[in-house]
């Protein structure tokens, strides 16, 4: 009787190695395919290949700033704008306060005795030359708005008082409206003596004994009718009108 043939065990036994290299290089292929995949990955993502990938458990690693929806992990200062347009009106604000301008102070804070201030037809002061109908400063007062204190001056006529800044404490100035002569501050009685062409004399106060005319009346304006016969002079001031008179006198 014939040996059973193995022929067939003997077969299959050969062809198992043959599966198992293809198998092995099979893995082997994805293993370096991968491989690369993840170099490519890492260099790309700024990673270094050979350092461990699994960081994000690491309790040293830091987490990155960068990217959509990370949000930092400092605390936020409350007082701060929150966007931009808020920042510019902070900083706007800011500016203002910054730039408010000082408080001019009042046109007439510089001016002296001796010197002189004009107005316009609105009643607005500012220094002026000393001319025929202006004011001169007798006295500037500190602190002052009384005219009262002003009496003590001879010729004195006029005063104005202001506040060099607004919150200052007030200025008076005592003046004297500047007449074409003396004639222009005469009373009633009072002597001066007259020169010059009748119709361009000039008066100067004197005393009685030595002048050749008195004043007989007074009057504010042009209004010579109103010296009924005596002499007069006239003389206008556009801008202060009240300061406008005739003056009568009599002669000596």
Not at 33 to 44: F, N, T
Not at 146 to 157: H, L, P, V
Request: hydrophobic residues 30%; charged residues 25%.
């Amino acid at each position: 009787m014939n040996a059973p043939s193995n022929s067939a065990a003997g077969s299959g036994s050969a062809l198992a190695p043959d599966r198992r290299f293809k198998h092995l290089g099979t893995a082997i292929v994805v293993e370096v395919v991968a491989g690369v995949v993840i170099a490519i990955l890492s260099l790309k993502l700024g990673l270094d290949p050979g350092a461990d990938t699994d960081v994000k458990d690491s309790p040293s690693s830091t987490p990155t700033t960068s990217g959509i929806g990370v949000e930092s992990t400092e605390p936020r200062d409350e007082s701060e704008p929150d966007d931009e347009s808020e920042r510019e009106s902070h900083s706007e604000s800011e500016s203002e306060s910054e730039s408010e301008p000082e408080p001019e102070p009042h046109v007439l804070a510089d001016v002296s005795v001796g010197e002189c201030v004009t107005a316009d037809g609105d009643d607005y002061y500012f220094p002026a030359y000393c001319d025929v109908g202006n004011f001169l400063v007798l006295e500037r007062l500190q602190g002052k708005d009384d005219s009262a204190y002003c009496s003590e001056w001879e010729f004195y006529n006029g005063s104005l008082s202001f506040h060099e800044y607004p919150d200052s404490p007030p200025v008076l100035l005592c003046m004297r409206m500047q007449y074409p002569d003396d004639i222009g501050y005469a009373q009633t009685d009072h002597c001066l003596y007259a020169s010059g062409p009748d119709d361009d004399m000039t008066f100067e106060f004197a005393d009685c004994a030595y002048s050749n005319v008195y004043v007989v009346g007074r009057t504010t304006g042009r209004d010579t009718s109103f010296c009924d016969g005596y002499g007069w002079a006239t003389w206008q001031n556009a801008v202060f009108t009240e300061y406008s008179y005739t003056v009568c006198f009599a002669w000596l």
